[in-house]
Structure formats: C-alpha cells, structure tokens
T-cell receptor
Framework: AQTVTQSQPEMSVQEAETVTLSCTYD???????LFWYKQPPSRQMILVIR??????QNATENRFSVNFQKAAKSFSLKISDSQLGDAAMYFC????????????????FGKGTKLSVIP | EPEVTQTPSHQVTQMGQEVILRCVPI?????FYWYRQILGQKVEFLVS????????KSEIFDDQFSVERPDGSNFTLKIRSTKLEDSAMYFC????????????FGPGTRLTVT
C-alpha cells in the first residue's frame, strides 16, 4: 500500500519570503500522480498543483512549484513571495495511475503541514 | 467555474440516528468519491462510485455506510446508526473520465454526533 509522509507538522514564513514544504511517499508503482492540496480555515480542499510521475519537468503554477525527485520519492512544494492568504494546511496526496485497474483512483493523503504567514 | 456543492454545511445528530449527506458533483464528471477528515487528522478515503456502483471502498466504509446516486445530479452518503466517532468533516469529490487526474472537492459537511 502507498503511504505519504509529511514530516513538518507546522511551518512559518515571513510575508514575501519563500518556503518549502516537504513530502515523501512510498510506492512500488513506476507511474502515478502527486498533488498538493490547500485547506484554509474554511476547510475546503483546494487543488494547488499536480505532477505526473512520468514527467521529468517539475510542475509550476504561478508562485507554486514542486521539486519532484522520483528516485528519492520526494515531492516538495515551494511557495514563492508568500502572501497572507497562503496560510493554511497543506496536504500532499498520491494517486495510482489510471491503468492500475483499481477503478477508483483514490487519493492517499499525508497528515498535512500547517503553514503560518507572518506579516 | 463549475464546482462541487455539498449540503448541509453542518449537521448535528444524536447518536443512533441516521444521516444523509448530499453532494452535487460537477455535471460532466463521472467518478464520485467520499472522504472523511476527523478533526486534526488526515483526510481518509471512504468510497468511490462509478457507473452507478461502488468501484472501491476502504476499511472504514462498513455496513453502516451506503452511497447512492438517486438522480442525475445528486450523490449521497448515508450513515446509519451514527456513533460519536463518526463526527468528522465529510468531503465529496468528483473527477472526469478520460485520464484527467484531478479530483475536485466540495466544501465539506461537518457532522457532529452528540
């Protein structure tokens, strides 16, 4: 079974600075998807960024980028120019490939990292 | 932009009662999911649903739980004989068929069992 580990329960960053959130995972599959979800105090889950394992290029979405190290099974999220609105819980998630045959594509989440942004 | 909606936003029920949590997935999505998040813990998969049947379920999803798509738009989670430990945030999600990997989550229903 796949597992996702987020070793930083809490992080803080000064406004306008850069912060990196760590995530490692364990899988025997060679193809899969990885995601970062943001959960603000409203508790809604918002997709931040996704990465396909077969792509070597790291995904980028505006101020959010990932450092995907497949051999190390590491998937960190970098937030540049941090804003007050970035304060939230951030969850790393794993999903099996579409052809896995499970038919469900369930997400496996880590325990999350609580990010605080200091004005 | 299309979004997943859930009702109610907060449900309070007494132990032993039945509750139905409702979700309206994004209209062109074909896969539907329920996840649960107990306060302070990680989000856990409960069940996935495709083509009017359960495609996969977790160990949490026992006989106490059931899902249904009663019409063309709603997707429901029924919890029979609720227990205190069922208190959690319940998230509905949906995704397209055809290889798209993103699951779009609703705002959640906070279930409190007293």
């Amino acid at each position: 079974a796949q597992t996702v580990t987020q070793s930083q329960p809490e992080m803080s960053v000064q406004e306008a600075e850069t912060v990196t959130l760590s995530c490692t995972y364990d899988t025997s599959e060679s193809d899969y998807y990885l995601f970062w979800y943001k959960q603000p105090p409203s508790r809604q889950m918002i997709l931040v960024i996704r990465q396909e394992a077969y792509k070597q290029q790291n995904a980028t979405e505006n101020r959010f980028s990932v450092n995907f190290q497949k051999a190390a099974k590491s998937f960190s999220l970098k937030i540049s120019d941090s804003q007050l609105g970035d304060a939230a819980m951030y969850f790393c998630a794993y999903r099996s490939p579409a052809y896995s045959g499970a038919g469900s594509y369930q997400l496996t989440f880590g325990k999350g990292t609580k990010l605080s942004v200091i004005p | 932009e299309p979004e997943v909606t859930q009702t109610p936003s907060h449900q309070v029920t007494q132990m032993g009662q039945e509750v139905i949590l409702r979700c309206v997935p994004i209209s062109n999505h074909l896969y539907f999911y329920w996840y649960r998040q107990i306060l302070g813990q990680k989000v856990e998969f409960l069940v996935s649903f495709y083509n009017n049947e359960i495609s996969e379920k977790s160990e949490i999803f026992d006989d106490q739980f059931s899902v249904e798509r009663p019409d063309g738009s709603n997707f429901t989670l029924k919890i029979r004989s609720t227990k205190l430990e069922d208190s959690a945030m319940y998230f509905c999600a949906s995704s397209e068929l055809g290889g798209a990997a993103e699951q779009y989550f609703g705002p959640g229903t906070r279930l409190t069992v007293t």
